[in-house]
């Protein structure tokens, strides 16, 4: 039995009953139709999409390869490896092998009929020597940024793609249920955090958190209790932790966690690609006054934002709003950070990258919209004690929002 027979005949019955569940061609097909009105009104008369998150977003599958979407015409699968899985994982009819990237012109030539006199790319993620190399291959087209194009349509979540973010949420919460059971005095933070990714691997957490940047890279274990919640790292969040080494100086280290300290757990979920990032607080024995009352300010500040979720609120001055609850309650210096090294934001978008639109933050001035999704995460940090906070993933409603991620809001204690 050849390979590419087996793949056709045994292996998509095996993916589904395993619980793959496929892009359905609706779906796709509303989602080219959006980005075309968008090339459309940039006049780009052709896209080529190298991002992987795109061109699953686009097509459903994340095999090796590129999707050339033409402004008028059949969208084309360009395959380096694998073909035959890509023809199963993707509804799009025009999938060809591709042996190197100096073939792609001439496909697609052949699929166009001739060369696009412009060209869209993904500018914001494309390395300087791969946009090179695709200007020697295209020496008379026009290359274009596009990525503003695929960051304003993936911004608006579909019923399918929210109902894969919901399953994560539905992953996350079982994860910190399991958790109360497991954490124990003694037990180091990377050992807790590692226990807890088992347990959302068993009901199909994927292990990865995607993020569109050149250096910074998510993980699911961010796990700081005590004096570590305290510390500040390259991540651009309230803290960091101490991490492991210093070529990983972020999340949880191998410090021992402690009876009364404040734990905060950081954890991310991952389902087909689609995310729900959330945090909750636990403890061994009951933490200090202190850490209560600045989570009960964090819980108000959280609740703040909900209520000011809604289509069309302005996301600035949502953030600026918490900067003024923060400061009535008596925690400016601690919120969101250390003095100086405090985050202008309390909220990013999510879905197939943490940092999508939109952002909650200053400098972001623009509306919300139905369909959208973002994390809302108030947070205070003592230096050299720990640190507190709440985090959920919304989805932006008709009237209001819908969180995602149902685990109970409050401080686990065991």
């Known amino acids: 039995m050849s390979y590419e027979y087996w793949v056709r005949k045994e292996l998509e019955a095996l993916s589904q009953s395993l619980g793959f569940q496929y892009t359905p061609l609706k779906e796709i097909e509303r ?55 890509a023809k199963i994982e993707s509804p799009i009819n025009n999938v060809v092998p591709l042996k190197t990237i100096r073939e792609v012109p001439s496909l697609v030539q052949k699929h166009f ?44 979540k579909s019923s ?66 005590g004096l570590t919640g305290g510390i500040v790292s390259q991540s651009d969040s309230p803290m960091g932790g101490l991490g492991l080494s210093p070529a990983f100086p972020v999340g949880a ?19 087909h690609g689609y995310q729900a990032d959330e945090t909750r607080m636990f403890s061994i024995g009951k933490m200090k006054q202190k850490f209560i009352d600045a989570y009960h300010v964090c819980k108000e500040i959280h609740d703040a934002v909900l209520e000011e979720t809604r289509p069309g609120t302005d996301c600035e001055a949502i953030f600026l709003m918490t900067l003024r609850l923060a400061e009535k309650s008596g925690y400016k210096d601690h919120y969101l950070g250390p003095p100086v090294l405090q985050t202008r934001f309390i909220g990013h978008g999510i879905g197939l990258e943490l940092n999508e639109l939109p952002f909650i933050a200053q ?42 991620t149902p685990v109970e809001q409050k401080i686990f204690q065991v």
């Open 253 to 271: 280290s191998l410090k021992k966690m402690k009876a009364h300290e404040p734990i905060l757990v950081d954890f991310g979920t991952c389902f």
């Open 363 to 404: 400098g972001q001035p623009y509306p919300l919209e139905e369909g959208m999704t973002f994390a809302v995460e108030p947070k205070i940090v003592f230096p050299g004690e720990g640190s507190v906070g709440l985090e959920n993933t919304v989805l932006v409603t008709k009237n209001g929002y819908e969180i995602l």
């Open 160 to 225: 399918f793609e929210i109902d894969l973010m919901r399953k994560a949420g539905e992953i996350g919460e079982t994860v910190y249920q399991e958790g109360k059971k497991i954490l124990k005095k003694g037990m180091t933070e990377i050992e807790f955090g590692g226990l807890l990714e088992a347990v959302a691997k068993k009901y199909g957490h994927e292990g990865l958190l995607r993020v569109r940047s050149l250096n910074y890279e998510a993980y699911t274990w961010h796990v700081l209790s």
């Open 31 to 85: 989602r080219l139709t959006k980005i075309r009105g968008d090339m459309e009104k940039k006049e780009i008369e052709g896209l080529l999409v190298v991002h992987k998150m795109n061109l699953y977003y686009l097509s459903g599958t994340t095999q090796d390869g590129f999707l050339f979407l033409p402004l008028e015409g059949k969208p084309l699968l360009l395959i380096k490896r694998e073909l035959e899985r």
């Open 113 to 156: 009929g001739k060369l696009p006199q412009n060209l869209g790319l993904e500018m914001d993620v494309l390395p300087v020597k791969d946009y090179f190399n695709y200007q020697k291959l295209f020496p008379t087209t026009q290359l274009m940024d596009a990525s503003s194009i695929l960051r304003e349509a993936r911004k608006i």
